[in-house]
Every structure is written in C-alpha cells, then in structure tokens.
C-alpha cells in the first residue's frame, strides 16, 4: 500500500489548462504503476491515463489522448497529469492510484482522495 495526495485541481475556462500532481509515500513508489481516473457526478469512474513503473508505457483513454500528458518522476515520488485544452465535459474529481498498468479500476490497490477539476464554456 502506498499513501498518495492529489493537488492542482481548480477551477478552469475551456481551452485552458491544468496540471495535477499526485505525491505518494514510501520507498516502493518506483515498483507501481501509476494510474489518472475521474469521477464526474451521477458518473462512474472512468480511467484517464496510466503509465508503467519505468515511465516507458503510458496508456490514454481516447477522450484524453492528444490533450493529456501522464508523466511520473521516481526520485520525488510524484505523478503528473497535464491536462490542456480543457472542455467542460472534463469536468470531474480527479483521482490517482497505484497498482498495475489497466484501465479498469481493480487493478490499483491504493488511491487518493481526489481533486476537483471544474471546466467553464
């Protein structure tokens, strides 16, 4: 298990960006890998972006792909999300978790307590 901090959520107008950081705990940050989901309201969590333990992989739901970036830096135990042009369909709490490289939420064993990413048209 791993203790993971979500920050950078806010409030944003569409087209414009935001970038989010997730800094886990312990010594076996490098081991896992790392996983974006959102949840918007009356939604289910949906998967957004997942990169291996190395930071050689890095998986995209089509939603996102060509306007995310997912990047981690194991020296500082930390997990990124750059999200740029926005649009109000991104609008959602933003979750990380650690676990094995899916898009399905089962497979990551420890999560955040997510941030608030609101888009505005």
């Known amino acids: 298990q791993v203790q993971l901090v979500e920050s950078g959520g806010g409030s944003v107008q569409a087209g414009g960006s935001l970038r989010l950081s997730c800094a886990a705990s312990g010594r076996t940050f490098s081991t896992y890998a790392m996983g974006w989901f959102r949840q918007a309201p009356g939604k289910e969590r949906e998967f957004v972006a997942a990169?291996?333990?190395?930071?050689?992989?890095?998986y995209y739901s089509d939603s996102v792909k060509g306007r995310f970036t997912i990047s981690r830096g194991n020296a500082k135990n930390t997990v990124f999300l750059q999200m740029n042009s926005l649009k109000p369909e991104d609008t959602a709490v933003y979750y990380c978790?650690?676990?094995?490289?899916?898009?399905?939420?089962?497979?990551?064993?420890?999560w955040g307590q997510g941030t608030q990413v609101t888009v505005s048209s």
């Open positions: 990169i291996g333990n190395n930071g050689v992989r890095v």
């Open positions: 978790a650690a676990g094995s490289v899916s898009p399905t939420t089962s497979s990551y064993h420890s």
